[in-house]
């Protein structure tokens, strides 16, 4: 299958897939939103880790692909929060260097401390929005918009747009496919002529899906309507009670941080 | 029989293009089942997509139900709802993201209220044996899945004809042969059914009637055997005579009659190889043959495994989505899924026990085949209703 290291795929697959999806909303969105708010780094640490854990034992998804799926902020934080320890300026460095007369580079306490929470806020958010597209498909989200009252015209076409994302997908993978056998993309050169060539059609195909699908809309007596679907498994407490015992901790254990510090 | 659509003197040209179809006269009465089978370009799509108005002939007249057909929004709405039409791809038909919001565009766009859509859309899957994938998206699912949902959601209209484009053409044997056993079915519920295809063995033993097309014309139209029999015909549609039949011929070729009926099934070839030899053929250690039917909404997976235990059934046939997802859920693997009450007679024949697993209305169906079958052949093969008091049961 074409679709096999899409996030959307192992969402439709998880574990949590019965799961309301307001509770796993509120779990991400409440874990992003006070990791930002966290004064020491401990707390997004732990908050991440519980997450990923989360994600891999509870929400039974794939430990490599989600380590993979990690790897990618992994790269942006270290080289941001690399450049924040070294330059931004601390009282007491621990180490330093002059490597150039305009650019001395140290590292300080302070300037560790900032770095590292900087770091695990990156690692916390993210993890935090793993989990909502890990574990709640497009196809939930969809009607979270809907009761959210967000405009019909909006949902209707995010609608459209994903259904079609698979379709051009499949076909510009199976056009790519028919190049490659046929040495499509051998030298630079002839890349460039398959990519046109590939885009050429996919352009060609979507003009073409565009026709049918109205005509598959008039054939079933379109007139203006794109139904929705609100009706979710409802919410547990059995799931919500971790969920509030979660993000209640992180708030205590953040006001705690910040009094000990204050 | 009362004639549904009429067709008369119809054309239709694409622009710039010779004309498509022209001058098609055609009657469809209500609960047929017509298989319209030519070549590819013979324009059998386009007659079937002027059946729902999606193409306006350039000439002729159609009427549905008495009426001459009319081209304005609100007329072709009632028509289309009326006249379900499933394309030949489904992932042309299947337009939103989930199996239960596909289902429903059709009631939603008619304006039902919440609860009736509910309504129609949990019986069209339970129709074409797709409950629990109602959150699955399109995408997810296989080829024969796919063509269930875009029927289904032609059937939550409610439509009076069903139309399919090239149903079986992107589908493996075993996916055939249960789409053509779901539009058996629901023909038994009083569809009528217009299927298009170029799949001769496919189209000779499921129609009623077969419309033979070449170059837009129509050629020949009546019975399957009948259609089929002109040889010159059938070549020059550029189609190919049906193995049944061609195999007839040549036994008729040999002197050997056919009884009068040409054959559409096994069971009919063997009938007349039967009559040449003036007698029953089947093996001598084979037991005497039997067919029991069930229904499964009186059963429980333990006693049908343990009814088949007991009754030692060589073969069991599974017929309608209903049956199918019970034997599925009961680790049953049926050994006959389509045409299964002529298959099941012929085993019988043949000395086996069969048991045929199927849904409430069928049972009784299946015993007046049976029964309808001994009396023509002078046959007395036994068919009885497993009772819900099974051996087991005490």
């Known amino acids: 299958m074409f679709a096999h290291d899409f996030l959307e795929e192992a969402a439709q697959n998880n574990a949590l897939l019965q799961i309301h999806p307001h509770t796993k909303l509120f779990l991400g969105l409440g874990t992003i939103f006070l990791v930002l708010f966290a004064p020491h780094f401990l707390i997004p640490f732990i908050a991440s880790l519980v997450l990923s854990i989360t994600i891999v034992f509870i929400a039974k998804i794939n430990l490599k692909f989600y380590l993979s799926l990690l790897s990618i902020p992994l790269g942006f934080a270290t080289l941001s929060v690399l450049v924040v320890i070294l330059l931004s300026k601390g009282q007491e460095p621990i180490w330093s260097w002059q490597v150039l007369s305009w650019l001395p580079l140290s590292i300080s306490q302070e300037s560790l401390n900032r770095g590292l929470l900087i770091f695990f806020r990156i690692m916390g958010g993210m993890s935090a929005l793993f989990f909502i597209s890990l574990t709640t498909p497009m196809t939930d989200l969809f009607g979270v918009m809907k009761q959210l009252k967000v405009p019909d015209l909006f949902i209707d076409l995010s609608m459209i747009i994903y259904r079609f994302i698979f379709i051009f997908i499949k076909k510009a993978h199976d056009i790519y496919l028919a190049q490659q056998m046929r040495m499509g993309y051998s030298k630079p050169k002839e890349a460039v002529k398959s990519y046109s060539m590939l885009f050429g059609s996919i352009f060609i195909t979507s003009w073409d899906a565009g026709e049918q699908f109205i005509n598959a809309m008039e054939c079933r007596c379109y007139n203006g309507k794109y139904p929705k679907n609100v009706s979710y498994n409802p919410v547990e407490w059995r799931s919500l009670t971790p969920v509030i015992l979660f993000l209640i901790s992180i708030i205590i254990s953040s006001m705690l941080a910040s009094g000990y510090q204050g | ?394």
């Open chain 2, 1 to 394: 029989m009362k004639p549904l659509i009429q067709l008369s003197n119809l054309s239709y040209a694409y622009p710039y293009a010779p004309p498509a179809i022209q001058n098609i006269n055609q009657t469809i009465n209500a609960g047929e089942k017509i298989a319209i089978v030519g070549s590819n370009g013979a324009g059998k799509s386009t007659l079937l997509l002027t059946l729902n108005g999606m193409l306006r002939p350039v000439d002729g007249r159609i009427t549905f139900q008495g009426k001459p057909v009319l081209y304005d929004k609100k007329s072709l709405r009632t028509l289309r709802q009326k006249v379900g039409f499933v394309f030949q791809d489904p992932d042309v038909q299947i337009i939103a993201p989930t199996v239960w919001q596909d289902v429903a565009f059709g009631p939603v766009n008619l304006d039902y209220p919440e609860e009736k859509i509910k309504e129609v859309v949990q019986e069209a899957l339970h129709k074409v044996g797709l409950e629990g994938f109602e959150r699955r998206p399109p995408y997810h699912l296989s080829g024969g899945e796919k063509k269930r949902v875009a029927i289904a959601g032609v059937l939550a209209m409610d439509p009076d004809v069903l139309i399919l484009d090239e149903p079986t053409s992107m589908l493996d044997p075993a996916g055939s042969e249960d789409i053509m056993d779901l539009l058996d079915e629901l023909n038994q519920h009083g569809k009528t059914i217009i299927i298009s295809t170029h799949d001769v063995e496919l189209a000779y033993p499921w129609a009623d009637r077969v419309i033979l097309m070449e170059n837009g014309r129509i050629t020949a139209s009546g019975t399957p055997e009948k259609a089929f029999s002109d040889r010159e015909l059938v070549k020059r549609a550029r189609l190919k005579t049906p193995i049944l039949l061609e195999l007839c011929q040549e036994l008729a070729a040999r002197g050997i009659k056919n009884g009068g009926k040409l054959p559409t099934t096994v069971l009919d070839i063997i009938r007349i190889i039967e009559n040449e030899h003036h007698g029953n053929i089947r093996l001598f250690e084979n037991g005497y043959g039997s067919i029991h039917v069930a229904d499964v909404d009186l059963l429980s997976g333990k006693k049908a495994v343990a009814f088949m235990n007991d009754m030692r059934c060589d073969t069991v046939g599974v017929m309608g989505s209903r049956a199918k997802i019970c034997s599925r859920q009961w680790g049953i693997t049926p050994d006959i899924s389509y045409a299964v009450i002529d298959k099941c007679i012929l085993q019988a024949m043949n000395g086996k026990t069969c048991a045929i697993f199927t849904s409430k209305g069928m049972v009784s169906r299946v015993i007046e085949r049976v029964n309808e079958f001994n009396a023509i052949n002078n046959r007395s093969i036994p068919v009885q209703e497993i009772s819900v008091q099974t051996p087991d049961d005490q």
